[in-house]
């Protein structure tokens, strides 16, 4: 379901080269699975800006949310939220039953649950990951393996870490880790990656279902903002988010 922009004529608006737009973020995307999401939902309101005329969609933080689910702390600059995977095209890959998403059509339409929303769909990605893994008829493997070395070493192996770490010091902020961890003592953080090698491939998993999502998006403006609202979690100090957010934007110049 992909917008057909070659065959609209221009708008007043664009002959004179400005356009409008409309701030709305992924979360208030009408959809049948509980929250807005960067498939199917995404896609069908992308065709309505453009039967409006609408150029520009700006959206908030789409880094994984922590308590109280705001956009504006994520956890990661580059890690996409979970909550935002499409679960109809999980369903057409294979790597879901129709069954098994009764759950989230189950939830509000009107507005997101958290409370219910976060663990039911998890279970859901979870599978989704598991099977995309030990299953080979998806025809992704390339994909997924390009994704893996591309993004391991710069971001990802650390995030995915970082994620189990979080969850076994039930959520709390990284100063207040053991030291050993909140250190980043090479030995510890050695044997934690060996006694939680399935956790931590499973968030990379995650993490390769959100891109292939994005990839199957239609083309647009869309305005995300910036890094800089990344929670203090993600980064040692103010000044070190800081200076990362330039370095990005730097290289996106180029």
Same mark, same amino acid.
């Given at each position: 379901?992909?917008?057909?922009?070659?065959?609209?004529?221009?708008?007043?608006?664009? #002959?004179?080269?400005?356009?409008?737009?409309?701030?709305?973020?992924?979360?208030?995307?009408?959809?049948?699975?509980? @929250?807005?999401?960067?498939?199917?939902?995404?896609?069908?309101?992308?065709?309505?800006?453009?039967?409006?005329?609408?150029?520009? +969609?700006?959206?908030?933080?789409?880094?994984?949310?922590?308590?109280?689910?705001?956009?504006?702390? &994520?956890?990661?600059?580059?890690?996409?939220?979970?909550?935002?995977?499409?679960?109809?095209?999980?369903?057409?890959?294979?790597?879901?039953?129709?069954?098994? @998403?009764? &759950?989230?059509?189950?939830? &509000?339409?009107?507005?997101?649950?958290?409370?219910?929303?976060?663990?039911?769909?998890?279970?859901?990605?979870?599978?989704?990951?598991?099977?995309?893994?030990?299953?080979?008829?998806?025809?992704?493997?390339?994909?997924?393996?390009?994704?893996?070395?591309?993004?391991?070493?710069? +971001?990802?192996?650390?995030?995915?870490?970082?994620?189990?770490?979080?969850?076994?010091?039930?959520?709390? &902020?990284?100063?207040? +880790?053991?030291?050993?961890?909140?250190?980043?003592?090479?030995?510890?953080?050695?044997?934690?990656?060996?006694?939680?090698?399935?956790?931590?491939?499973?968030?990379?998993?995650?993490?390769?279902? @959100?891109?292939?999502?994005?990839?199957?998006?239609?083309?647009?403006?869309?305005?995300?903002?910036?890094?800089?609202?990344?929670?203090?979690?993600?980064?040692?100090?103010? #000044?070190?988010?800081?200076?990362?957010?330039?370095? @990005?934007?730097?290289?996106?110049?180029?």
């Amino acid at each position: 379901m992909k917008a057909n922009l070659a065959n609209k004529p221009n708008s007043y608006l664009q #002959e004179m080269g400005r356009q409008a737009g409309v701030a709305m973020h992924i979360t208030s995307l009408p959809g049948e699975h509980g @929250i807005g999401d960067i498939a199917d939902c995404a896609m069908r309101f992308v065709d309505q800006l453009v039967e409006m005329d609408l150029g520009v +969609w700006q959206i908030l933080p789409t880094g994984p949310t922590a308590y109280g689910d705001s956009p504006y702390q &994520p956890l990661s600059a580059f890690a996409g939220n979970p909550m935002f995977i499409g679960i109809n095209p999980l369903v057409r890959m294979g790597l879901l039953n129709k069954s098994e @998403i009764a &759950p989230l059509q189950a939830l &509000p339409h009107d507005h997101v649950d958290y409370g219910r929303l976060i663990p039911a769909k998890n279970v859901l990605i979870r599978k989704a990951a598991e099977r995309f893994v030990s299953h080979s008829e998806h025809g992704f493997e390339s994909e997924y393996d390009d994704f893996q070395q591309r993004y391991g070493s710069r +971001w990802l192996d650390d995030y995915a870490l970082f994620r189990v770490l979080k969850s076994l010091h039930n959520e709390r &902020p990284w100063p207040e +880790w053991e030291k050993k961890f909140a250190g980043r003592n090479a030995a510890a953080l050695k044997k934690l990656s060996k006694d939680h090698h399935e956790e931590i491939e499973a968030i990379k998993d995650f993490e390769d279902v @959100i891109k292939k999502a994005f990839s199957d998006s239609s083309q647009g403006d869309i305005i995300v903002l910036s890094p800089a609202c990344t929670s203090y979690d993600r980064f040692k100090n103010f #000044e070190v988010r800081g200076n990362t957010f330039k370095e @990005i934007v730097s290289r996106l110049k180029k």
